[in-house]
């Protein structure tokens, strides 16, 4: 790695617990240790598969016979494993990939797609919120401002950035870093990837609606191209937070939902069990809301879901937000805001009658 | 076991020796009973603990607006369940049930109205329908008034009453109608157009993180519970007692977040002063 690149890997982190070792380190770390204790009970197969396979390797170079044909079998079949599981998903199964503790995050996609990244701090009012980052970046060949939810990966780093529930200054440095990139005129991309936010007494203070409620407002008349994609979790206000875009697209495996399933189940059910259902009936996968004509497009995921494998999902991500760029940029500015007017305007279903007379 | 039979008298006996029915009304907050004509004429608010009980739609128009001045827009839009939910109770049978329960068509209802005189776009959510939350009949019904007020360079009040937010039955829909009221409110300030927001109780979570919080002004009805979390959630999470008056307007005063608490029987003379001011400037 670039020296550069690493220095900008430790700035991204922003002295937080885990600036002693570069973000490549820590997920080589999570993808082949603890990764097969945290799988999920629908990828108990998969992990089995993957187990064998690695006996059989282990097994091969111990007794120097050649298994390399077998080995190739079992991995296709491993491939045609993880499609299969993945096609037949519930969508609440669906909420727990979104959720997975190895998904990528927006700093692994930032790391992986931009080839610079300087991180900007602080909302000048009151703190600096680790739950919503943001900063300039180069992709490809354009200049662009990217702000994003992030989670932490270890305890310590969760809780510093409040396992992406971000607070008030958190929104408003995003509102921030956004109107400065309309004044400077690059693109905005925003990620999305947060269960909701904050719920706490600070929140409530400094004024969690009001700041969501002036993002909602602000960046409808950006004017500038803006592209929100749902990596992850897309947990309500607190994602539309940052969501109001020209193009909203999202992974596969995410969800973007008015409400958690679980809040859902216990308002509606009153039991928190029901999230299963509750997760079926809010329509909340990424499929369901491109029906809806919530989301413009839907970015596939490789096999198994994006923690395995990083690079393509990032690879497939950079792509479709380069394809949306590329046709916004094309917009006059002025009709730009407009059309973002009415792409939300005609959001919404519903009837209208006429009375009979 | 016949002595320990349930007695035949103890019938007679179990009648409920309550209210009179029609007569009185008593005080949700300190039970107070007070006598229904009283009550009408404090305009529902309890004069012995100045509890302001909530008002339906249709009773906060007649408070605000002059009478016989009120025209309602769009009174024919109805919800669909385009996610056809599939809850303990379905949409459709929630929404008749409260259809049936409020007399209204859906959760909000808008109009053009003179309050003191001056002529204004008015919209009142009912927190009796579906917890006064929004889905896309709420959210169109609100942008439309919007837009209605630009169109006729009028100021826009909202009264928001809502405890539910974004309607949880039409999923992601009812969330990004907080982006379009929020976006209408935009442009309605880009006209030089002005929004008084007037909160009551309760006012949480996809209503307070849009439009409610949007207001040029930006007044509340004392004691409201307002917020974005509710209290219950935030308790869960922290696991710690909340403060003494979490989230009451007078919290959301202390805190900055709201420019006055206005009493009910005051609130129309308010209202009409800051739209005194509005026009002032710009005769």
């Given at each position: 790695m670039d020296l550069r690149v690493f220095c900008l890997h430790l700035l991204a982190l922003g002295g937080g617990p885990q600036s002693g070792h570069p973000p490549h380190c820590k997920k080589i770390f999570w993808m082949n240790g603890?990764?097969?204790?945290?799988?999920?009970?629908?990828?108990?197969?998969?992990?089995?598969?993957?187990?064998?396979?690695?006996?059989?390797?282990?097994?091969?170079?111990?007794?120097?016979?050649?298994?390399?044909?077998?080995?190739?079998?079992?991995?296709?079949?491993?491939?045609?494993?993880?499609?299969?599981?993945?096609?037949?998903?519930?969508?609440?199964?669906?909420?727990?990939?979104?959720?997975?503790?190895?998904?990528?995050?927006?700093?692994?996609?930032?790391?992986?797609?931009?080839?610079?990244?300087?991180?900007?701090?602080?909302?000048?009012?009151?703190?600096?919120?680790?739950?919503?980052?943001?900063?300039?970046?180069?992709?490809?060949?354009?200049?662009?401002?990217?702000?994003?939810?992030?989670?932490?990966?270890?305890?310590?780093?969760?809780?510093?950035r409040s396992f992406g529930c971000a607070h008030p200054e958190g929104y408003r440095k995003a509102l921030r870093l956004m109107q400065l990139a309309e004044k400077a005129g690059l693109p905005i991309l925003t990620l999305i990837d947060t269960p909701g936010a904050y719920p706490g007494v600070g929140a409530e203070e400094r004024g969690q609606a009001e700041a969501i409620a002036v993002n909602l407002r602000e960046m409808s008349g950006l004017k500038v191209p803006v592209v929100a994609v749902v990596i992850g979790e897309g947990g309500s206000g607190g994602a539309l937070g940052i969501g109001v875009a020209d193009r909203i697209l999202i992974f596969e495996n995410a969800y973007y939902s008015v409400i958690s399933p679980e809040g859902c189940a216990s308002i509606l059910w009153r039991e928190k069990g029901k999230m299963v259902d509750a997760a079926e009936s809010l329509k909340l996968t990424a499929h369901d809301l491109f029906s809806l004509g919530i989301v413009d497009e839907v970015i596939e995921e490789p096999a198994g879901g994006a923690h395995h494998n990083y690079e393509v999902a990032a690879r497939n991500l950079k792509k479709a937000i380069e394809h949306h760029f590329s046709e916004l940029e094309l917009v006059p500015l002025q009709q730009l805001v407009e059309i973002r007017y009415q792409k939300f305007r005609k959001m919404g279903v519903f009837q209208e009658f006429t009375p009979e007379q | 076991?016949?002595?320990?039979?349930?007695?035949?008298?103890?019938?007679?006996?179990?009648?409920?020796?309550?209210?009179?029915?029609?007569?009185?009304?008593?005080?949700?907050?300190?039970?107070?009973?007070?006598?229904?004509?009283?009550?009408?004429?404090?305009?529902?608010?309890?004069?012995?603990?100045?509890?302001?009980?909530?008002?339906?739609?249709?009773?906060?128009?007649?408070?605000?607006?002059?009478?016989?001045?009120?025209?309602?827009?769009?009174?024919?839009?109805?919800?669909?369940?385009?996610?056809?939910?599939?809850?303990?109770?379905?949409?459709?049978?929630?929404?008749?049930?409260?259809?049936?329960?409020?007399?209204?068509?859906?959760?909000?209802?808008?109009?053009?109205?003179?309050?003191?005189?001056?002529?204004?776009?008015?919209?009142?959510?009912?927190?009796?329908?579906?917890?006064?939350?929004?889905?896309?009949?709420?959210?169109?019904?609100?942008?439309?008034?919007?837009?209605?007020?630009?169109?006729?360079?009028?100021?826009?009040?909202?009264?928001?009453?809502?405890?539910?937010?974004?309607?949880?039955?039409?999923?992601?829909?009812?969330?990004?109608?907080?982006?379009?009221?929020?976006?209408?409110?935009?442009k309605l300030s880009e006209a030089g157009l002005f929004f008084i927001s007037v909160l009551t109780h309760p006012t949480m979570a996809g209503i307070m993180a849009s439009f409610a919080s949007l207001g040029d002004v930006i007044v509340a009805e004392p004691r409201a519970l307002l917020g974005f979390t509710g209290p219950r959630v935030i308790k869960q999470t922290i696991q710690q007692e909340l403060p003494p008056g979490f989230q009451t307007s007078e919290f959301l005063l202390a805190h900055g977040m709201i420019d006055g608490i206005v009493e009910r029987p005051e609130l129309k003379k308010t209202i009409a002063k800051f739209l005194n001011y509005f026009s002032w400037g710009r005769r």
């Amino acid at each position: 790695m670039d020296l550069r690149v690493f220095c900008l890997h430790l700035l991204a982190l922003g002295g937080g617990p885990q600036s002693g070792h570069p973000p490549h380190c820590k997920k080589i770390f999570w993808m082949n240790g603890i990764m097969k204790e945290l799988s999920l009970e629908f990828e108990k197969p998969i992990v089995e598969l993957e187990n064998r396979i690695a006996e059989l390797k282990k097994f091969s170079e111990k007794k120097g016979i050649d298994v390399n044909q077998e080995i190739k079998a079992l991995e296709k079949k491993l491939d045609q494993l993880r499609r299969e599981i993945l096609e037949h998903l519930t969508p609440w199964q669906r909420v727990q990939i979104a959720r997975h503790p190895q998904r990528p995050y927006s700093l692994d996609f930032i790391h992986l797609m931009m080839e610079e990244f300087l991180e900007l701090h602080g909302d000048r009012r009151f703190g600096d919120d680790q739950a919503l980052i943001g900063g300039f970046a180069k992709m490809g060949n354009r200049h662009i401002m990217v702000v994003g939810h992030q989670k932490g990966r270890d305890l310590k780093e969760r809780q510093a950035r409040s396992f992406g529930c971000a607070h008030p200054e958190g929104y408003r440095k995003a509102l921030r870093l956004m109107q400065l990139a309309e004044k400077a005129g690059l693109p905005i991309l925003t990620l999305i990837d947060t269960p909701g936010a904050y719920p706490g007494v600070g929140a409530e203070e400094r004024g969690q609606a009001e700041a969501i409620a002036v993002n909602l407002r602000e960046m409808s008349g950006l004017k500038v191209p803006v592209v929100a994609v749902v990596i992850g979790e897309g947990g309500s206000g607190g994602a539309l937070g940052i969501g109001v875009a020209d193009r909203i697209l999202i992974f596969e495996n995410a969800y973007y939902s008015v409400i958690s399933p679980e809040g859902c189940a216990s308002i509606l059910w009153r039991e928190k069990g029901k999230m299963v259902d509750a997760a079926e009936s809010l329509k909340l996968t990424a499929h369901d809301l491109f029906s809806l004509g919530i989301v413009d497009e839907v970015i596939e995921e490789p096999a198994g879901g994006a923690h395995h494998n990083y690079e393509v999902a990032a690879r497939n991500l950079k792509k479709a937000i380069e394809h949306h760029f590329s046709e916004l940029e094309l917009v006059p500015l002025q009709q730009l805001v407009e059309i973002r007017y009415q792409k939300f305007r005609k959001m919404g279903v519903f009837q209208e009658f006429t009375p009979e007379q | 076991m016949a002595l320990f039979k349930r007695p035949n008298f103890l019938l007679t006996q179990s009648k409920k020796r309550g209210v009179p029915g029609g007569l009185w009304t008593k005080c949700e907050s300190c039970q107070e009973l007070i006598y229904n004509k009283e009550w009408e004429n404090s305009l529902k608010v309890c004069p012995k603990c100045k509890h302001h009980c909530s008002l339906s739609a249709p009773e906060r128009i007649r408070l605000l607006v002059d009478e016989g001045t009120f025209e309602e827009f769009d009174p024919n839009l109805i919800p669909s369940d385009p996610l056809k939910f599939r809850g303990p109770k379905s949409y459709p049978e929630k929404v008749l049930q409260d259809q049936a329960m409020t007399g209204l068509k859906e959760a909000v209802m808008t109009g053009r109205g003179k309050i003191e005189g001056i002529s204004t776009v008015l919209a009142v959510t009912d927190s009796r329908f579906i917890m006064g939350s929004m889905g896309s009949v709420v959210g169109e019904k609100i942008t439309r008034a919007i837009e209605k007020a630009i169109e006729e360079g009028l100021h826009v009040i909202i009264v928001s009453g809502s405890g539910g937010g974004a309607r949880m039955y039409e999923g992601c829909l009812s969330l990004m109608q907080m982006a379009k009221t929020s976006a209408a409110l935009a442009k309605l300030s880009e006209a030089g157009l002005f929004f008084i927001s007037v909160l009551t109780h309760p006012t949480m979570a996809g209503i307070m993180a849009s439009f409610a919080s949007l207001g040029d002004v930006i007044v509340a009805e004392p004691r409201a519970l307002l917020g974005f979390t509710g209290p219950r959630v935030i308790k869960q999470t922290i696991q710690q007692e909340l403060p003494p008056g979490f989230q009451t307007s007078e919290f959301l005063l202390a805190h900055g977040m709201i420019d006055g608490i206005v009493e009910r029987p005051e609130l129309k003379k308010t209202i009409a002063k800051f739209l005194n001011y509005f026009s002032w400037g710009r005769r």
